[in-house]
């Protein structure tokens, strides 16, 4: 009776096995035979329930079978590169190693062969299994310890099988003990074949067991092990005797089922028991500790010259070990790249992959594996993008970043050295702690950043202070030259002329004064519909014509739009005089407004041929405000304030420059 209990138990254990097997996503030859011999192991173990009689004979046939879909697994470990099942039967090799277990299997059928004949296979068989085992361990090398799992489960097995028929040759009959306790023993090794089959990578078999089933089997071993102590007071309580032994044992019994109940219904105990089997039978995919201080080490080194954004970038990328990525910014739906390391700027295809990645974002938190999304858009189900356009991206990896849980910007990652990582829910969660952890310091620094920026503002206003002063007295004086003059004039058209212009110097002054005095700007040059051709060649004409190469301004088509005249006035002047003082006087400067009816926008575009910007001063310093190339001749907040006041009106500002080659002022402004 005890006999079937371990054959029944062996045989549920392989059949579950079998079942992890089965479901296994992957495919590949090991896999195959590992499905092959477990197979026909629980067909080994089930083998006593559908015999009416057991025999000799009829148990060596099972067992036969079984050693020789285990040779066949063994002969095609004995190298690692096998593809196909014919790879393994075209060596000469298998087929000595197969040649036993199969006149062992034809024999019986024709002949009438005595059992220590039998009995003597066996002992062979589990000889020659043994044999390799010790050659694949030889040759294993650095897998040696992927490989020790699977060696010690069939070493254990087969030494068993050894001692069993050896025994049985040597008395001429087998022990019905070893026959008895084999169930036990196959069922006792089944995780050391687990174990061997997830630790050895190319066998491409990748089975997994939930912490929670390994949670449950423990809380039942702990109970079983629990269970058979009190069992065994209680048997030395009733050996001992004595009047009060029954009582005793009665009482012991139910105190200690008590016991185990109140300690298996207790949540901090399963807790513990669960936080324990995690830590130690399973292996998380990151040293989460190493990798917070490689994290905080990589945002704390900031090389000179480098901006946070690429400390950011940095970051993700060494993070996740990939090698180049692109961090943007999501300004009114549209792209503004801060940092890139070994990547280009987006094609056309891609930004309207990126348009609607950023609709996806604005109410869904969730990392986007490219590949996983050409595969299976399922998973993404709220995400609706145009696949032909997915095809040209060349970026693998997207990772939103919020601030405030309100959508911000993105990292673009790709994995040029390797196959991409898939991403698992260790890494999603490993990936997103990393993203609070830097949108963190992000944030923090443009916290500061912003801080600082108002502090120099600040200080420019106490600049303006004295500038004020002195203008109030410039003024002074030519309100008293204007005094004298009109008093002693005579009527010359030159001098004529002369108070005409200083009563225009006046007048300017007066506007200057006011708008350095006025706190709300916005009261002194309201806003309205205007026509943007015509007041940029006010400026062009106004502003402009003292200076070389003249500008030329082509109008392709246009419509009114609303906006700040003065302030766009003072824009325009800005770029405009910028890219005539960076260009010689023999080279060009030219404007071109154009309407986009499907963008409901007006397109003005700057260009020139000019010196040109290098890629790291325009993302470090081109629209940092006082900081200027000029000297003592500017202030430095020219382009600064062209960012602002469009990005204010719901428009942005590209630039595109290479030095000694020109730059190109795009400017979009919304005209709906």
Not at 153 to 170: C, H, K, P, Q, S
Not at 178 to 188: E, K, L, N, Q, V
Not at 403 to 417: A, C, D, P, S
Request: glycine share 4%; hydrophobic share 50%; aromatic share 12%.
């Amino acid at each position: 009776m005890l006999a079937v209990w371990g054959y029944a138990a062996s045989a549920l254990g392989y059949a579950l096995l079998l079942l992890l097997l089965l479901t296994s996503r992957k495919s590949g030859l090991a896999k195959y035979l590992l499905i092959l011999a477990t197979a026909a192991t629980c067909l080994w173990s089930l083998s006593p329930f559908f015999m009416d009689e057991i025999t000799v004979e009829r148990l060596i046939v099972f067992d036969n079978i079984k050693q020789f879909f285990w040779l066949l697994f063994l002969a095609a470990c004995l190298k690692d590169n096998f593809t196909s099942l014919t790879g393994v039967l075209r060596r000469p090799e298998t087929w000595l190693i197969l040649a036993l277990p199969m006149v062992a299997i034809i024999v019986p059928l024709f002949f009438n062969v005595a059992d220590s004949w039998l009995f003597l296979f066996q002992t062979v068989l589990a000889l020659q299994v043994l044999i390799l085992l010790e050659i694949i361990y030889r040759q294993a090398g650095d897998n040696r310890w992927a490989f020790k799992p699977l060696i010690l489960y069939l070493g254990a097995t087969n030494l068993f099988e050894f001692v069993t028929f050896a025994n049985a040759l040597m008395v001429e009959q087998i022990d019905l003990t070893y026959i008895a306790a084999r169930g036990f023993i196959y069922t006792a090794l089944i995780p050391f074949l687990v174990l061997a089959i997830r630790r050895v990578q190319h066998w491409g078999v990748d089975i997994f067991v939930s912490r929670e089933v390994v949670l449950h089997s423990s809380l039942l071993v702990v109970a079983g092990c629990y269970l058979f102590v009190m069992s065994l007071i209680g048997y030395v309580v009733k050996y001992m005797g004595g009047e009060w032994s029954s009582t005793i044992q009665i009482s012991l019994f139910f105190l200690s089922l008590a016991l185990l109940v109140t300690v298996f219904l207790s949540a901090s105990f399963r807790t513990k028991v669960k936080v324990f089997i995690t830590k130690h039978f399973f292996a998380n995919q990151f040293d989460y500790r190493h990798e917070w201080v490689k994290l905080t080490q990589s945002l704390a080194h900031n090389r000179p010259g480098q901006t946070v954004y690429q400390t950011v970038l940095n970051a993700f990328l060494q993070a996740m070990d990939y090698q180049s990525g692109l961090l943007i910014k999501c300004v009114d739906n549209k792209v503004e790249y801060l940092a890139d390391q070994d990547a280009e700027p987006l094609c056309e295809d891609q930004l309207i992959v990126m348009q609607q990645f950023f609709d996806y974002f604005q109410h869904k938190n969730w990392i986007i594996d490219i590949a996983e999304l050409r595969t299976k858009p399922f998973v993404y189900e709220e995400l609706k993008v145009n696949h032909a356009a997915l095809n040209k991206a060349t970026f693998q990896l997207v990772v939103p970043i919020y601030r405030e849980e309100v959508f911000w910007g993105l990292v673009l990652m790709t994995n040029t050295k390797e196959t991409p990582r898939s991403l698992n829910w260790e890494l999603r969660d490993y990936l997103t702690a990393v993203t609070d952890q830097v949108a963190n310091f992000l944030f923090h620094h443009e916290a500061a950043k912003e801080v600082a920026e108002n502090a120099q503002f600040a200080a420019f206003t106490r600049m303006s202070a004295f500038v004020l002063h002195d203008l109030k007295n410039v003024l002074a004086q030519i309100d008293l030259i204007l005094c004298n003059a009109e008093q002693h004039k005579d009527n010359p058209e030159f001098i004529d002329d002369t108070f005409e212009t200083l009563h225009h110097t006046k007048a300017r002054m007066e506007k200057m004064l006011r708008q350095l005095s006025e706190k709300n700007s916005d009261l002194a040059s309201p806003q309205r519909l205007c026509r943007i051709s015509q007041c940029i060649d006010n400026v062009i004409q106004q502003r402009c014509a003292n200076q070389l190469p003249k500008v030329e301004l082509n109008v392709i088509s246009e419509t009114d739009v609303v906006l700040d005249q003065d302030k766009f006035a003072n824009v325009m002047y800005h770029l405009i005089s910028n890219a005539q003082q960076a260009t010689a006087d023999d080279g060009f400067v030219r404007v071109e407004v154009e309407h986009a009816p499907q963008n409901t926008q007006m397109v003005v575009t700057i260009s020139d041929n000019g010196s040109g910007m290098s890629k790291t001063f325009i993302q470090q310093r081109l629209f940092k405000p006082f900081d200027t190339t000029k000297g003592n001749a500017g202030m430095g907040i020219g382009a600064y304030d062209a960012k602002t006041f469009l990005e204010k009106i719901g428009g942005f500002l590209y630039v595109q420059s290479e030095e000694n080659v020109g730059t190109v002022f795009t400017l979009n402004i919304p005209a709906d």
